[in-house]
């Protein structure tokens, strides 16, 4: 499991400061939105191929969409999740025919698992999944999802990072532990649900120490007062 | 860096259910397998918790120990 950040997170940011601050943040990777980063700088990081390894994917929509940056992204070897407004059946026919052969686009499967996951199972198709509002019971989903681990090629947890807070009771935990226990090995984006969260977005990327979990870690800058030598403390 | 290895960040993971869903994952692990657990600071009051309620069960290996982040290889041994 890859835990990494999409561009959602940071808007207006560009790809360079976006991979500075999954470094600051150590998150492992970057998921990039297509129409909300640079395009023309998207093309040059691809064909450069630098970053390659730190670009879980590319994330499109169908007005996003563009066949020749999934080009772009099949010869860098970059994942494409394509978020179509298509029924659940169709999102799976609309990745297929949107991908140029040897190019993985993922289709993005959201809302319970019970609706989409047989559909998906049958076509042989990896999938995107993506845990929202809509995802009313992540833990049995999960369940049911890591039954096909092989399918499941990419995770999106919308609401996480300085929102996690506001996902206790859902089940997250409970996901996590399945996905660690089945040997999960993809990414696992983190994404805002809203915009109105941004400036929580921006706290949390800027932060370089941890939010904690009920204990304080140590850090280095705090100050440790000494008495000096021969002298008596007062 | 083994892809096949079980990651479990507990960074992305709500405050109250971090410590329940280490110790759920690893009361699931047969003895002999572990867990990379991956965190945003050192998680030295977890690992106290786990010498109280499972000496003698559980490996502790560091493999990264910060600024950022830390990653701790979690083993049952034999009980």
Known sequence: ?234 | MNTNERVLDVRVIPPREKHPTIFDTFMALEPGESFVLVNDHDPKPLRYQFEYEHAGEFGWEYLEQGPVVWRVEISRTAA
Request: net charge neutral; aromatic share 6%.
């Open chain 1, 1 to 234: 499991m890859r835990v990494g950040l999409s561009s959602d997170a940071a808007p207006g940011a560009t790809i360079a400061e976006l991979l500075d601050t999954c470094e600051r943040r150590g998150l492992g990777v970057l998921e990039l939105r297509v129409g909300g980063v640079d395009t023309a700088a998207l093309h040059d990081v691809l064909r450069a191929g630098a970053h390659n390894e730190s670009i879980a994917g590319l994330f499109a929509d169908d007005a996003s969409y563009s066949a020749g940056l999934v080009s772009a992204a099949s010869a860098s070897n970059v994942t494409v999740v394509l978020d179509s407004g298509a029924s659940y059946a169709s999102r799976m026919v609309e990745a297929r025919r949107a991908a140029p052969r040897g190019c993985t686009v993922l289709p993005l499967m959201s809302g319970p698992a019970v609706r989409w996951l047989d559909a998906a199972v049958l076509a042989r198709v990896p999938f995107a999944w993506q845990i929202d509002e809509t995802c009313t019971d992540p833990a049995g989903d999960a369940a049911q999802i890591l039954h096909h681990a092989s399918l499941l090629a990419y995770v999106r947890l919308v609401g996480g990072g300085p929102e996690g807070v506001m996902q206790e009771g859902r089940g997250i935990g409970a996901v996590m532990k399945q996905l660690t226990l089945a040997g999960y090995a993809g990414p696992l984006i983190l994404t805002p649900s809203s915009p109105r969260y941004r400036v929580a977005w921006a706290t949390w990327l800027g932060r370089r120490g941890g939010w904690g979990c009920g204990s304080k870690a140590e850090r280095s800058t705090s100050l440790k007062l000494a008495t000096r030598t021969g002298e008596s403390p007062i």
